[in-house]
């Protein structure tokens, strides 16, 4: 299973590189795994079927209790199986869908990616293997909601599913961690095993509420609907792959998963009943108000959704059967749909049924499909979807609190049969119109009609036989659903009885409405202004929210002032470990020390240089006094028996003045901008700095916490690791990985001064920013500035101190033509002259520039 | 194009720089048991680069270095990245140090080992980096 997974990962590694020699018929070609995997999933059916669970073990990170073990149960199978088999259908359908398009490789890499992400979600058994795929889901979902990245609308629905589910699996990681805690294991098979009943635990609710928070965004229940309608943006393959069948359902799939473990709990129930019949009927309720097709089918997605969680919340047998069946007749006739969908956007160039109409006559097949796939969805026999519907309505009826549910219940059945009524009818009948011309529009290339033919036509059989279809696929995943063996079967007949009825009176109030169907959404247009005020309004006063406190804290903490900065984390330093060593640690005066008369003048010249940096008046002065206390410092290392950090102390001391004299030209001129008040305010802010770290070395030498580690490293420096200076086997062995990891830093920290100088226009006039890269110009020096050898060097020095004149030079130059040395090469840059001449030219005014922007920034500098 | 040196830095610098060098791969070699070691010597040697640099400017000392500072940090840490692999295929801990002493004809052990390795990548990673911000520096300083 790991390798099935694996399988379709490498298939979309591969693709970029069929793509080259095949264009779009490499989506036929990539179409044979997911075909392929189906096969070899079904398959196992029989076996599933008779009771049995595969488990294929495989340890990952074993020391936190991770690994890509994978587990095939009825569940898992059903899901499986859909995300393989509609999957095949739609890389065949996004093959044509999207012939011609010049990042069909990308959309299909991307695609089979999601497609691995979900089936490693729904196959896996730990918690954070599960949680891994289920981020992998959201990211690849992320890149196919914005496939049009051109569009704006695109982006910013990509983005608003990507934050909304991942803030969502966010809270999820939080409740997957609690769980995992709770049972004492990351293991879903063993958390389901558990003998302990976890409702008693105290962290029962906030875990619960936390999964429940990573489900409910990214299976778009109530408030977090409004991701779903707005991802229709993408193109129509996605949608009917993620959000029809696979993505939008991984949220339902992690309820299911967890409901014989936590469906006991009544507070379980409560949530999953309310928050699923609240999401039905807004789902339902905005599908009706709707005219675009996609909007239709998401909104009546989001009703199914709703469904599907209300009879994970029922938790009844009955609800459990209910649930699979729903599930299956919902991917089957939702995919079909949407992809039928695509094809009339495709033809007739719009998406808006009150813009279509009488189509039938020239997109006859599809007419006929969208016929059938409508009637699944209103729950018409003989189709699946009757099956399901009359299983949920008999749920219902069983269910605890049947009265308000009910209600909800029904309104949404006969809003769906209105929506479907829509959708099949309206675009096809009555007087032909559509954005194109009646002769441009014709059915679609086979392989967008495979696809839907093949899910319709399941749901058709299905419908037929359900008996076959429930005892093969359904009832294995309803058994793993409710934890035991269901005691229940499928049925088209089930005798005169209750649901029959109820399904009677829906399709018919149902089809009543669909011929007011344009008075009643005009009426509806009256709820506009409380529609405007859904959650989506939250999702942007939030996104607005952030901005600003990102900018209030930005403004306080990060507001371009080097001393503030330092002031800030200078007092955050002394606030919490000052507070830590007075709330928690004696100290003990201890003035009895001897001191030496050297070390007495050393703490004298420290003490001394540090007093003079601070009040120096020149620059040059305060670099000067930093490098005395360095050295002093570096003394003090040397006294007290610590040769290597003398010599670094040292060796970092002269680089680091070096580098101060080096950036010293570059500053502005001295000049004092505090207060005396603010240098007061700073000298206290050091004293405190300076007197908690004079508490905390005599803390360190009273207080003893733990054995010290540095006795095992003088015993072993030599024995285990060859070495007697034990400071450079702590480098390089003891803590080889600190040192690799500071290694890094420094090369990091050398690149970023290296680009702060060279993509600096004032300091660096030739670099080149295109694209991001850093391509400098070779740096062309005029000829006079040109030095050949170090004998050159040489003169020109003597002729900077006027022992030589300059005119002496240049007759000793001319002097020397016959010197075969200098000629040679003379000759080689003679070659580069006439490019020189030019350069030189450029670099001058370069110059030029490069001088009166620092002159102005220096300007800058003093005002400010 | 270069800052006005004396006679004096100039000759100084001549002679220094080798025996800089010199000592801080001595200082590199003996870092295992005497003070000294990757780090140290990397800045000694940098330290030795930037005494030419001061005395006869960016160019020369590019010259004299041969190879782009840039390209000695990325050396330097793949030499680093070497040493802890060896390790890994003997089945132990990543970094775990391994040794190969040979004995030299005339009784010498010359103890090769991965710290050694890991010291060296420290060492070239030390010199490029702050002979990379050096030169940037004096580059920017001299146009």
Request: aromatic residues 10%.
């Amino acid at each position: 299973m790991q390798l099935a997974v694996l399988v379709i990962y490498l298939a979309a590694l591969i693709t970029p590189w069929l793509f080259v020699q095949h264009q779009h018929r490499t989506a036929y070609i990539m179409a044979l795994v997911p075909a392929a995997l189906t096969i070899w999933f079904a398959t196992h059916i029989p076996m599933i079927a008779g009771g049995e669970v595969f488990i294929q073990e495989y340890q990952w990170i074993p020391g936190l209790d991770i690994s890509l073990t994978m587990v095939l149960d009825g569940l898992s199978l059903m899901f499986a199986l859909l995300i393989c088999g509609i999957g095949t259908l739609i890389v065949l359908y996004a093959g044509a869908y999207l012939k011609g398009n010049p990042a069909q490789n990308r959309f299909l890499v991307i695609l089979l990616a999601f497609m691995g992400s979900m089936l490693g979600l729904v196959l896996a058994d730990n918690l954070i293997t599960l949680f891994v795929f289920w981020e992998l889901t959201s990211i690849t979902s992320y890149m196919l909601i914005g496939f049009n990245h051109q569009s704006a609308e695109a982006r910013k629905a990509a983005l608003q599913g990507l934050i909304v589910t991942v803030a969502g699996g966010l809270a999820l990681l939080c409740g997957l961690v609690m769980l995992a805690s709770m049972a004492g294991s990351y293991s879903i098979q063993e958390i389901l095993n558990t003998p302990e009943t976890l409702t008693e635990h105290p962290l029962f609710v906030g875990m619960l509420i936390c999964l429940l928070l990573g489900a409910f965004t990214k299976s778009a229940q109530f408030p977090f609907h409004f991701w779903l309608p707005n991802a229709m943006a993408a193109p129509t393959p996605v949608s009917a792959y993620l959000h029809s069948a696979t993505m939008v359902k991984a949220g339902i799939y992690l309820l299911a998963r967890l409901q014989p473990e936590l469906g006991e709990s009544g507070l379980w129930t409560v949530l999953l009943s309310s928050f699923g019949a609240m999401t039905m009927l807004t789902g339902a309720f905005m599908a009706v108000r709707s005219t675009d097709l996609k909007k239709l089918l998401a909104y009546s997605t989001i009703m199914a959704l709703g469904t599907l969680t209300l009879l994970i919340g029922i938790g009844t047998e009955t609800a459990m059967i209910a649930f699979a069946a729903y599930l299956l007749a919902h991917s089957l006739y939702k995919g079909a749909l949407f992809m039928l969908a695509g094809i009339v956007d495709h033809e007739a160039g719009s998406r808006d049924v009150t813009l279509l109409g009488g189509l039938r006559k020239n997109l006859p097949l599809t007419a006929i499909l969208v016929a059938v796939a409508a009637l699944s969805l209103a729950g018409i026999p003989p189709l699946f979807g009757f099956v399901a519907k009359e299983l949920l309505l008999e749920a219902m009826l069983d269910g605890a609190f049947h009265s308000f549910i009910f209600v909800f219940v029904m309104v949404a059945s006969i809003f769906v049969v209105t929506v479907a009524s829509v959708i099949a009818l309206r675009p096809f009948f009555g007087a032909f119109k559509a954005p194109k011309a009646e002769k441009d529009i014709h059915e679609p290339p086979k392989a967008m009609l495979a696809g839907p033919i093949v899910l319709v036509l399941l749901s058709l059989v299905a419908g037929v036989i359900p008996g076959t279809v429930g005892n093969w696929v359904t009832l294995p995943a309803s058994n793993a659903v409710a934890g035991n063996v269901v005691d229940g079967y499928l049925a088209l007949w089930h005798g005169l009885n209750l649901p029959l009825l109820l399904s009677g009176i829906s399709i018919t109030l149902g089809l009543l409405l669909f011929k007011y169907w344009d008075t009643f959404r005009n009426r509806l247009k009256v709820l506009d202004p409380i529609i405007a005020r859904g959650p989506e309004r939250g999702y942007f006063w939030f996104m607005d929210a952030i901005v600003w406190v990102a900018e209030w804290q930005t403004h306080i903490l990060q507001n371009g002032s080097m001393r503030n900065y330092l002031r800030t984390i200078v007092l955050v330093f002394v606030g919490l470990t000052g507070y830590t060593l007075i709330s928690r640690y004696q100290l003990h005066w201890n003035w009895d020390v001897d001191l030496y008369f050297h070390e007495f003048i050393t703490v004298g010249i420290l003490v001394a240089a540090a007093i003079a940096a601070c009040v120096t008046r020149s620059r040059l002065g305060s670099v000067a006094a930093m490098g005395a206390v360095g050295f002093s410092v570096a003394l003090i290392f040397i006294l007290f028996s610590a040769p290597d950090l003398g010599i670094t102390q040292i060796l970092v001391e002269t680089l680091t003045v070096i580098l101060l004299v080096l950036v010293l030209f570059r500053l502005p001129g001295f000049s004092n901008v505090s207060t005396t008040r603010e240098r007061i305010r700073d000298a206290v802010v050091a004293l405190l700095v300076g007197v908690l770290i004079m508490f905390l070395i005599m803390i360190t030498i009273d207080v003893q916490l733990f054995e010290p580690i540095s006795g095992y490293m003088i015993e072993n420096s030599y024995t285990l690791a060859h070495g007697r200076n034990i400071v450079n086997v702590i480098l390089v062995d003891y803590r080889a990985l600190d040192t690799l990891g500071e290694i890094f830093v420094l090369a990091l920290a050398a690149m970023g001064v290296y680009a702060m100088i060279k993509f600096n226009p004032a300091t660096s006039p030739g670099a080149n920013h295109y694209a991001g890269t850093l391509i400098l110009e070779e740096k062309k020096l005029a000829e006079k500035d040109i030095i050949h050898s170090l004998e050159e060097i040489h003169q020109k020095m003597l002729e900077d101190q006027n022992i030589i004149s300059v005119g002496a030079m240049n007759n000793r130059n001319s002097d020397e033509d016959g010197d075969e040395e200098q000629e040679t090469l003379a000759s080689s840059y003679d070659e580069d002259r006439d490019h020189d001449d030019s350069q030189a030219a450029k670099r001058l005014e370069d110059d030029e520039r490069g001088k009166k922007d620092a002159a102005q920034s220096d300007e800058e500098g003093k005002k400010s | 194009m270069m800052k006005p040196g004396t006679i004096i830095l100039y000759t100084a610098a001549r002679f220094l720089v080798p025996l800089q060098l010199l000592f801080s791969v001595f200082l590199l070699l003996r870092g295992h048991n005497e003070p000294g070691g990757g780090f140290i010597a990397g800045l000694v040697a940098a330290g030795a680069f930037t005494l030419y640099l001061f005395t006869f400017g960016a160019a020369v000392t590019r010259d004299l270095m041969r190879v782009d500072p840039r390209n000695l940090i990325g050396i330097g840490l793949f030499i680093g990245m070497i040493s802890v692999f060896p390790a890994a295929f003997q089945g132990q801990a990543f970094l775990t140090a391994q040794w190969w002493p040979i004995m030299l004809p005339g009784g010498t052990e010359l103890k090769l080992s991965t710290p050694l390795i890991f010291d060296i990548g420290v060492y070239l990673t030390v010199v490029g980096a702050t002979m990379t911000m050096m030169i940037a520096l004096t580059e920017a300083e001299e146009r």
